[in-house]
């Protein structure tokens, strides 16, 4: 469950998340150094089961924002 109190998959948290921030495709498809699931994916599941529900917004839009600017 997430702040507005609804269920949701982890799936369509990342799409909307991508769209929002205008992800490319490249952006989209880069790889952890493992090669075993997508940086994107990883971060946005990562910080959705780490971070109290309160919090989870913030802290996305940081993380999004500073790797956008590293690019």
Known sequence: ???DGKEHS?????????QEFSL?????????????QLVFDN???KR??????RRRTQTR???IRRRQRSC
Do not use: C, F, H, K
């Open 1 to 3: 469950m997430d702040e």
């Open 10 to 18: 982890n799936r369509n948290l990342i799409d909307q998340l991508a």
């Open 24 to 36: 490319t495709d490249a952006e989209r498809r880069e790889r952890l150094p493992s090669g075993e």
């Open 43 to 45: 971060r946005v599941s």
């Open 48 to 53: 959705r089961t780490t971070t109290p529900p």
């Open 61 to 63: 839009l940081r993380t």
